[in-house]
């Protein structure tokens, strides 16, 4: 594989969100939801302006992972405050995509005036556990039987990265 660009997620990117969706869905530990949702049930749920795909520079039109944020209130208060998402294919993992979308997202998100930025990760999901901390994610606490996951009690690592530019 060559070089990895990212670029604003589109419509016309969904079928292959959504397959690396399902992926991770099928993986365990990846989220608690069990089905990947319609197009518009997901885009009212994420900010339009913080939404991404990693490509590869070899193929621009397979789409290697993605990433996005959804706001985790309604209140003002918390206008700068999102919750991220990133979701790297299986067979592009180990090749910083997840890197490169984090990297977008941060940009993106601090150049909207956003102070933090948030994820809830399983703690089994130890390749994302990792991959938020080396882009200055902090452990806040873990959430002891979070949600049932099947017929399973599932904890989730609280993460937080607060900016160094927007609420300082």
């Known amino acids: 594989m060559g070089g990895i660009g990212v670029r604003a997620m589109t419509a016309a990117d ?13 993986s365990g530990d990846a989220t608690f939801e069990t089905s990947v949702p319609s197009w518009e049930t997901w885009d009212a749920s994420h900010v339009p302006a913080h939404r991404f795909v990693a490509v590869g520079d070899d193929d621009p039109a397979r789409v290697l992972g993605w990433a996005a944020c959804s ?23 180990r090749r910083g995509v997840g890197s490169a ?34 882009h200055g994610f902090r452990t806040i606490g873990r959430r002891e039987r979070m949600g049932r996951h099947g017929d399973t009690w599932r904890d989730v690592v609280l993460l937080e990265r607060r900016s160094g530019v927007v609420g300082v």
């Not at 969904?14 to 099928?26: K, L, Q, S």
């Not at 209130?73 to 299986?90: H, P």
């Open 14 to 26: 969904w079928p292959a969100v959504g397959e690396i969706y399902a992926e991770g869905i099928a």
């Open 71 to 93: 706001a985790v209130s309604s209140r003002c208060v918390y206008a700068g405050v999102l919750e991220s998402s990133v979701y790297v294919a299986a067979a592009a993992q």
């Open 101 to 134: 979308l984090m990297r977008a997202l941060v940009t993106s998100t601090e150049a909207d005036g956003v102070w933090s930025l948030q994820a809830g990760v399983f703690p089994e999901n130890v390749a994302s556990l990792a991959l938020h901390e080396r």
